[in-house]
């Protein structure tokens, strides 16, 4: 996919995904920070807390300032397909943790659970890890 031109500001709205939202989770989790990032790597993951942030204040989309984010961010703020914001967002869409929105941007308010490909990347400790962490967060039957 190829992400258009990034211009002084972007708008970024929520993916609608019921069944993500209702099962997945936060950007700012534990599970995130402990099993996205080596998959989506930190910048990525940093932009999603952002995100998720301001889509608390701002429920149904906000504008995103391409410089004053990427500089936060720690990337270069450099418009086009070598620059950082452009590549993170890329990133997040090959993930499909966004996709093109109707004006910019949607971006899920909650990542899925990892799923068997993603999980096999993994070092072996995290493998172990997230296996147990679902047979603890699974009620006994």
Same mark, same amino acid.
């Given at each position: 996919m190829t992400i258009p031109a990034l211009h002084s500001s972007l708008w970024i709205e929520p993916w609608r995904?019921? #069944?993500t939202e209702e099962k997945g989770h936060d950007p700012r989790s534990r599970y995130v920070e402990q099993f996205?990032?080596?998959? #989506?790597?930190p910048t990525a993951a940093w932009l999603?807390?952002?995100? @998720?942030h301001e889509f608390d204040r701002s429920p149904d989309?906000?504008?995103l300032p391409v410089t004053d984010i990427a500089l936060q961010l720690g990337i270069s703020p450099k418009a086009g397909p070598?620059?950082?914001l452009h590549r993170t967002l890329d990133r997040l869409v090959m993930f499909r943790l966004a996709s093109e929105g109707? @004006?910019?941007f949607a971006i899920r308010r909650r990542l899925p659970p990892l799923n068997h490909a993603q999980l096999r990347r993994l070092p072996q400790h995290?493998?172990?890890s997230h296996s147990s962490y679902y047979s603890l967060a699974e009620p006994a039957a």
């Open positions: 995904d019921l #069944i996205w990032l080596g998959v #989506i790597g999603m807390r952002h995100v @998720a989309g906000f504008e070598r620059g950082g109707h @004006a910019g995290l493998q172990r």
